[in-house]
């Protein structure tokens, strides 16, 4: 019955095909904390088959190895020309690992809870929760409501101090080049957030985006 044959599924190894070089190849992968593996696999007409199969089991150190989002940085970049909708901030999150950047419009005034609100929304929603989170201490995210939102979630806070910045240096460098690209569009027409999806763009994936040089606006 179906148990047996799920018993099979988990004792037999699979049954490797010879490649076709004649065939495109597809890889799929997988990891956990403790462990990786690949399959490589070909299509013979029923369907994708494996050719080949590696798995690892990680040694202590490749188990402390940072993975994207698993800490991000964060700031207000305030002090910008408001639209029609007000927003004349900017809220910068930046992965520690990958150094992308999202940037999303806000205004001054943005309280802790609606942080957390643009926060889930903007970024929790594409990227999942973040294991740490590090930023300086401006009073929203000092604030208990902060603390205990991210207790919940079991995400770290560490705040920054005027005598180590260095734990958020690289969202101020990041405030920087986004202010720079942000005079460079003053040309066009339309509020500074109608281009910031643009800027966004430029910065993650222009080839100087993380040697601090200004990218260029395409």
């Known amino acids: 019955g179906c148990v ?8 037999t190894p699979p049954v490797l095909r010879i490649a076709d ?3 495109p190849f597809e890889v799929i992968t997988d990891a956990s904390d403790l462990a990786m593996g690949a399959v490589l696999l070909q299509d013979f007409g029923e369907g ?3 050719i080949a199969y590696e798995s690892q089991k ?3 150190a490749e188990q402390k190895l940072s993975c994207p989002q698993q800490g991000v ?9 408001a639209g029609p909708s007000s927003n004349d901030t900017i809220l910068v999150v930046i992965d520690r690992l990958t150094k992308m950047a999202h940037f999303v419009a806000c205004k001054t005034t943005i309280t802790a809870e609606q942080t957390a ?3 889930l929304r903007n970024i929790v929603r594409l990227n999942g929760i973040p294991l740490a989170i590090i930023s300086d201490r401006d009073p929203r995210f000092t604030s208990n409501f902060w603390t205990k939102t991210w207790q919940q979630y079991g995400t770290r806070l560490h705040l920054s101090t005027a005598y180590h910045p260095q734990s958020d240096g690289q969202t101020k460098r990041t405030n920087q080049t986004m202010e720079q690209l942000i005079r460079t569009t003053c040309h066009r027409p339309g509020p500074m957030e109608d281009s910031l999806s643009l800027i966004e763009f430029a910065y993650n994936n222009a080839p100087s985006a993380h040697d601090y040089s200004v990218p260029v606006l395409p």
């Not at 940085?73 to 020309?81: E, K, N, S, Y």
């Open 4 to 11: 047996e044959q799920l018993k099979n599924f988990l004792t």
């Open 21 to 23: 070089p004649h065939r």
């Open 48 to 50: 994708l088959q494996p």
């Open 58 to 60: 990680l040694n202590p």
């Open 73 to 81: 940085t964060m700031d207000f970049v305030t002090g910008l020309p």
């Open 117 to 119: 609100e643009l926060f």
